[in-house]
DNA sequence: ACGGTTAATACG
DNA sequence: TCGTATTAA
């Protein structure tokens, strides 16, 4: 149910950018072949075709819907072009879309506040970037209003007379505005620049709503598509809203909106404005209530939250009808799959962004075999989130194992299962150098960044599971040859103080049995702190064999993954290790934390599960305070 | 027993 | 907190 947020008092300038069929952009770039052509791209084309995800515009002009088929979109457009969604491991593969809407971010996020809202859209608040223009280059001002403003659509402002952009620009440009209506025209300019250099640098055009807030950029965002832009000047939006329809209000396309439709007789947001406060919460409760009377007077204090970042990810796959699954080792093969590439996935969020994920999920959809009767959930189970793609097959297979269980209940009949997906959530940045074990390692005055540390393990498995933490100490860790190169650049180290930093850096943390986190050791990551499992979660798994051991027994997790801070991590700095070994806090030999500094020792307690019925305080230490997600008001 | 896949949010 | 439900694109 949705909630009303409180709404700041001074005016902001929001903006909803929405890419025009993104999909198919983006198969476009890849084949230009296909510019200009009616288009659609489809995922597994094997039944009827293959199901539609998104439709160029040339396209619609046939009546193609995103709800056809492929066989059906031929039907109606025997001229369309149909791209395949790329499969990889047996299903469809969405990283080059992903990556594409990582371009538009990178470029979007360039002026103020930027929030990734899904793959193709983002919204931005403009709000000093706007105030800013009007201070130094008002519009009334500019001599010539940049050209793709002026083909902004102006919601209320008179459309059947003389030129329109002449109108545009003279509206942008009035310099008998009132102070909201000009940082809109800013706001307006702002984002046709921005359009175009989306355009110029992505080949991709999107489309873009302008307003005082969220609710409203994102209501007009496709208003006029494709390649457009829509404004929505204060004075607009009671005669905006009246006549629409509540069902194209976000939130409201579902069942809360027939509830309004069906049980209130309201079929537009002005048949709304009718109803009190009270009466809203009555049908609805507090929050919605209020909430509903908000909306219905265009006012949504929601704000653009500062993240250019997925919240989580996740696979998944459906098997409809005869393709479902019924037995374990059918799960299992799936499940393995799936994992495989949330594994890939999370990791390379750990590589490139230096993001841990905290939470594993699992989801299915199942109906019981013999009898045709209840069509019973099937829960979804979640754990901590383990690093190491047997791992994660592992503990998903378990969670699957446990749902099933709940499912079935005491029955033994027949299953089947229509659909699986894994997801990992609650991820957190690693804050980098700010730990104390860290700078206990490195040494106070180390000129060393976080990232030139290096932590190894033997790499021949004859030297058993010790782990070295080290600065490139080559009796302890065969470099790889692209460190061999890295180390040239360091050369240039004090040699007095490189030894006195292997020296302290060399320290064993031996019998450490290879599963603790270095991760925990430079971030503290975990506020999760309160069941066996979750001390767990952050480790890794060796490239070599995976143990086949129950994921519960930590002693048993003998190995650690690396993730490699060289590969795509610009941000490195000069980047002297290859790799940051993962290994559990839990299974750090308590003889060796004696030997370290009180502080020290302070800080690895606080990672360490605090008695069962501790107070959650142990979640304000300074340790975990770098995790708490940043607040919102 | 078919639009599939991926996300986000709110509630209890 | 976890698990569910709703919504959306």
Known sequence: MPVARPEPQEPRVIAHVDMDCFYVQVE????????????????????????????????????VKRSMRGDEAKMVCPSINLVQVPVARDKADLNVYRSAGSELVAILSTKGKCERASIDEVYLDLTDAAKEMLLESPPELLELIFEEATKSNILGLPSDIGNREDSVRAWLCRADADYQDKLLSCGAIIVAQLRVKVLEETEFTCSAGIAHNKMLAKL???????????????????????????????????????????????????????????????????????????IARGISGEEVEDRLLPKSHGCGKTFPGPKALRNNASVKSWLDRLCEELSERIQSDLNQNKRIAQTLTLHARASKGNECDSIKKFPSKSCPLRYGTGKIQEDAMKLFESGLHDFL??????????????????????????????????????????????????????????????????????????EKEDRGKNSNLDKQHQVKEEKRMSKKLTDVKGTCSILKFLSQSSPVVNEKRKLDSLTCSHPGPESSSEPNKAEEHKSAQPFDRNKSNPSGSNSASSSTWMFNVEDIDPAVVEELPPEIQREIHGWIRPPKHSSSKTRGSTISSYFQPAKRS
């Open 28 to 63: 476009q770039r890849r084949n230009p072949a296909l510019r200009g052509q009616p288009t659609a791209v489809v995922q597994y084309n094997d039944w009827k075709g293959g199901g539609l995800i998104a439709v160029s515009y040339e396209a619609r002009k046939f009546g």
């Open 220 to 294: 007009v965002s496709g208003m006029h598509k494709p390649a457009q832009q829509t404004v929505v000047p204060s004075s607009a939006v009671q005669d905006f809203l009246v006549s629409l329809p509540i069902k194209k209000m976000k939130q409201l396309g579902g069942k809360l909106g027939s509830s309004l439709q069906d049980d209130l007789g309201v079929k537009t947001v002005g048949d709304l404005l009718s109803f009190a406060e009270e009466k809203l919460q009555e049908y609805y409760g507090v929050n919605t209530g209020t909430w509903l009377w908000k």
């Open 409 to 482: 209940g005491s029955q033994n009949t027949k299953w089947s299962i229509t659909s699986l997906s894994v997801s990992a959530s609650k991820i957190f940045d690693i804050p980098s150098g700010t730990s104390s074990i860290l700078r206990y390692i490195k040494g106070p005055n180390s000129t060393v960044s976080p990232a030139n540390l290096d932590c190894s393990l033997p790499q021949d498995p004859s030297l058993g599971n010790k782990l070295y933490i080290t600065p490139n100490h080559e009796e302890q860790c065969e470099p790889s040859s692209s």
